[in-house]
């Protein structure tokens, strides 16, 4: 398959952020297990945000939330969901995860939940890791999650294919829009995250995604 650009990935989520957020409600219990381990008051970047269901656990729980996500339409439905005043009291900014308009070691932690999977290129999964550790103040952690590819529904994939699969989207009107993944093998994850600069200390499998707990040191 050919690979679609960034500006693909992106448009195809503002034609399916509607239908895509109203199936996205629930925040995943990895991702709360982390918040829950973060200090309040801490800085938090909620990398890819979507539609804000991770946003509106870290502001509950007293955390300063920025709130980034490349598709426009995700993060009104971000602000919508969460309501005056907690929408006002985040920073929702409009970005590419590669390149991220922060300044260095400016948030205390970091949410990358579902991000990764969809950057086209090895260049561009590494870039936005190294953007990662870049804003990360030293000792922040921060929670990844990519789609695994050892789980079933992928065992059809050629085991020397390069994991990128295209996987339908169904509109409420019946058509489908496809959407680009990077599979990926826990080793790959690894060693993605050891060449971007930060220290992965826990990995773990569930629900089809491989999580890992990364930290920025020095």
Known sequence: MDRPSRADVRATYERISTSFASARRTPWPEV?????????????????????????????????????????????????????????????????????????????????????????????????LEEIRRVLVPGGPAFLSVWDRDQPRFQAVPAKAPGDVEVPWTLPDGSSVLRYYHLFRAEELRAMIIESGLQGETFLRGSGNIFALARRHG
């Open 32 to 128: 709360v297990q982390f918040v829950d381990s973060l200090p309040e008051g801490a800085k938090v970047l909620d990398l890819g945000c979507g539609n804000g269901r991770h946003t509106r656990i870290l502001r509950e729980r007293g955390l300063v939330v920025l709130a980034l996500d490349f598709s426009r339409r995700l993060l009104e439905l971000g602000r919508g969901s969460l309501g005056p005043p907690a929408a006002r009291e985040v920073a929702w900014i409009e970005a590419d995860a590669v390149r991220l308009p922060l300044r260095d070691a400016s948030v205390d932690a970091a949410v990358c939940v579902a991000v990764l999977h969809h950057l086209p290129t090895p260049d561009d999964r590494r870039t936005a």
